[in-house]
């Protein structure tokens, strides 16, 4: 009797289990009912490793020859950031790097990113850092959940959203954006202002004659 009565209580409490978590399938989502969007970018971030041989503090050609061949395969481009991280902080060796870099329009960031495992003696670890954006969920277009209800659509923002996010050149600038001067020079920002009031109106040339006839006489 006393196992009966235990196993009777074991299947109630599974049966509760799986009620919860049915829960979030059957009760509808919040309506939103304002005009932002829910369906927002969200910015991943990829790390790349090589690490270069530099036995006496020198690369060798045939190391700067892998490193340009896996900057070919990766398709390095704008928005990708390149760090180097040397035990001895060798400026002359991340100078070189950083030629190869050049060649592909890059620039060294400062620092490096936490990766997996430590720099062996004698290495030059080069980290290449991808970001990607996508909008998680889009397309969407579940409406059950707004029959007879004043709600945005699930759906809304996941067009714009999504575009942005697939021709933005750089996803970080989705998070951080980018620094802007602390200064501003009016001069430059009152130079299409000056070009529209000097211009001279069109009239004042005339009317242009067209010959309907194609120029014959």
């Known amino acids: 009797m006393a196992r009966t009565k235990t196993l009777a209580g074991l299947l109630a409490i599974c049966a509760g289990l799986s009620a919860c978590g049915g ?3 059957n009760v509808a989502p919040i309506a939103n009912r304002s005009l932002d969007s829910l369906n927002q970018p969200v910015v991943s971030r990829t790390d790349y490793v090589l690490d270069l041989s530099a036995p006496g503090g020198y690369l060798a050609e045939r190391e700067l020859g ?3 061949g896996w900057f070919e395969s990766l398709q390095i481009g704008y928005g990708d950031q390149i760090w180097v991280e040397d035990p001895y902080g060798d400026s002359s060796r991340r100078s070189e790097i950083a030629k190869v870099a050049a060649d592909y329009g890059l620039l060294l960031s400062d620092g490096a990113p936490v990766t997996a495992g430590a720099v062996a003696p ?4 080069v980290i290449l850092t991808r970001s990607s954006a ?6 969407n277009w579940d409406s059950a959940d707004r029959a007879g209800r004043s709600a945005t659509s699930p759906n809304y923002g996941c067009a714009v959203n999504s575009n942005m996010a697939a021709m933005v050149a750089n996803p970080n600038d989705l ?3 980018q620094a ?3 200064t501003g020079d ?3 920002s009152a130079k299409a202002i000056k070009v529209y009031r000097d211009a001279k109106p069109t009239g004042t040339k005339g009317l242009t004659e067209t010959k309907t006839d194609g120029g014959k006489q």
């Open 23 to 25: 829960v979030n399938q």
């Open 66 to 68: 892998r490193l340009e």
């Open 122 to 125: 004698g290495t030059v670890r």
């Open 134 to 139: 996508t909008v998680p969920g889009c397309p």
């Open 175 to 177: 998070v951080l954006g």
């Open 180 to 182: 802007g001067s602390a």
């Open 186 to 188: 009016a001069a430059t």
